[in-house]
Every structure is written in structure tokens, then in C-alpha cells.
């Protein structure tokens, strides 16, 4: 027999109990600090040392005489043939600086030619691929936060779950991306 307590009750815990397992679940992911994963996704909106090894922090460093406040900045600059523009946008951080580089494809970035401090490269060459490692490189050197990053992420596999695997697609695939953290990250 159903007492109008128990039907009461037993409706409390119909109701509740998806509520109780997603709160669970939420509580059990909150948990898992950062560093206690072996997997390390960089995303800007992560907690350290993620959000320092992600392209959109602002990162002070110099290139060719060039000062550049992320990298991201400087990869999008790669979208346009012209000098002064190329500078504006290296000094740009985060989505403002993507923003850019959107701009930029829509004014005619074909998707393999790229260009950096006057000269034409080709997005699918070693000679880009050179720029990429000076240019983490130069980052690596003057910048002390992205060297302390990297070297907290020590033991753990480095992923990038948002960046894209195509070349013909970004300026930076997450192979490219990873490749380039691990090789500096070696050099701790």
C-alpha cells in the first residue's frame, strides 16, 4: 500500500535522480585537476598551463625585428602580402586577432600562399615550416610564462581538440601545433 508519503518520496527520487547523476558527474569532472590528467588540452579558456601554451595569450616576443603580442597574431599576419598591415596585425591578441586573419581570407588569403616581412612562402613547404620553428622558437627564448607552461606539462600528452587536422584548412594543424610544443618542451 502506497502511503501519500512514500508516492511523495517515490516521486522525489524519480524526479531528482537524473538531476543527481548529472550533479555527479559534474562534481567527478570538477575533481580531476588538471594535473592530475595525463592528457593536457590547450584551449585559451583552460586553466594554466593550457591557457598560456594556447596561441591567443598574449605573448611578447620579437621576429625579425618584428614585435609580435601573440602568436596568434603573428599567424594571421602570414594572410596578407602587406608589410604595415602584417605589423598591426602581430600586435594582436586572442580573437581579435583571429578576427583579423578572418578579414584577411575574406580579401583574398588563398589558402597556400603566405607571406611574412616581405616575401611570399608557400603554406605546403619546409620554408614555412622553418618560420613556424623560428617563430615558437623566438617565443620560447622571451618568454619566460610559456617556458614555466611547458615545463608543468612534463609527463603529459599535449592535445589540441579544437584545432583542425587539414592544412589546406588552418595556417596551423594541431599536428603542426603539438609538434612544435613537444619539440620545445624537449629543450626543458
Known amino acids: ?3 501519500k508519503l512514500n508516492f511523495k ?3 522525489y527520487e524519480l524526479a531528482t535522480s ?3 547523476r548529472i550533479s555527479n558527474l559534474f562534481k567527478n ?3 580531476t585537476d588538471v594535473f592530475e590528467s595525463s592528457t593536457i588540452d590547450i584551449h585559451s579558456k583552460s586553466p594554466f598551463p593550457s591557457c598560456v601554451l594556447s596561441n591567443f595569450h598574449k605573448s611578447k616576443f620579437t621576429l625579425d625585428r618584428i614585435k609580435i603580442n601573440s602568436m596568434e597574431g603573428f599567424l594571421q599576419s602570414l594572410k596578407t602580402s602587406d608589410i604595415n598591415i602584417q605589423k598591426k596585425v602581430c600586435k594582436l591578441v586572442g580573437k581579435e586577432a583571429k578576427n583579423a586573419g578572418n578579414i584577411l581570407k575574406q580579401q583574398g588569403y ?3 600562399t603566405l607571406f611574412w616581412n616581405g616575401k611570399e612562402i608557400n603554406r605546403f613547404s619546409d620554408e614555412y615550416q622553418e618560420l613556424l620553428k623560428r617563430a615558437y622558437d623566438a617565443k620560447f627564448r622571451q618568454d ?3 617556458r614555466k607552461a611547458l615545463k608543468a606539462t612534463e609527463g603529459k600528452t599535449l592535445i589540441h581538440s579544437i584545432g ?3 592544412e589546406q584548412e588552418t595556417i596551423l594543424t594541431e599536428k603542426e601545433f603539438i609538434g612544435l610544443l613537444n619539440n620545445l618542451r624537449g629543450r626543458l
Open 1 to 3: 500500500m502506497i502511503t
Open 9 to 11: 518520496t517515490k516521486v
Open 18 to 20: 537524473p538531476i543527481k
Open 29 to 31: 569532472s570538477l575533481s
Open 110 to 112: 588563398d589558402g597556400h
Open 144 to 146: 619566460l610564462l610559456f
Open 164 to 166: 583542425s587536422q587539414k
